[in-house]
């Protein structure tokens, strides 16, 4: 079952822009997970239920650290508290990691192409949404 959610989490995040692919293997964060799972005393079927939860932030089919936490809650069975202890350790090791990884190759890439005036539109009517700005 381990190896299935690693290639089925691999082949979605091969759907993904490619600064995002980029910024998501750079880091191991299937290891780290289990790690934080371990930290916290999680079983082997939490750790696996861990992994599935961060592998659907990463690829975006979950939004919020909000529903992640009671994600977390609610499918691994642990307290609301310790829910948010995971939390900010996989946001500390993995989420915040990533977002600043694809922010830096984002603002790299505005630094070496003119936006064209379809970009600006598009970010304006995204409502901020950088990824205008990307080719994917």
């Known amino acids: 079952m381990e190896e299935q959610l690693k290639q ?8 993904l822009p490619k600064n995002n692919q980029e910024a998501i293997n750079s ?10 799972g371990q930290k916290h005393y999680l079983i082997e079927s ?9 592998g659907l932030v990463l690829i975006g089919l979950v939004e919020g650290l909000n529903l992640y936490t009671l994600n977390i809650e609610n499918n691994i069975g642990t307290s609301y508290e310790e829910a948010i202890k995971i939390t900010e350790d996989i946001f500390d090791k993995i989420f915040a990691p990533v977002a600043r990884m694809i922010e830096i190759s984002v603002k790299n890439k505005m630094k070496t192409q003119s936006s064209k005036w379809n970009q600006s539109v ?11 700005f990307v080719d994917n």
Do not use: H, P, Q, R
Request: proline share 0%.
């Open 27 to 36: 880091l191991d964060w299937y290891k780290i997970v289990e790690e934080v």
């Open 122 to 132: 598009n970010f304006i009517i995204s409502g901020g949404d950088y990824s205008s």
């Open 8 to 15: 089925k989490m691999n082949e979605e995040i091969a759907k």
């Open 46 to 54: 939490e750790i696996f239920d861990l992994k599935t939860e961060t």
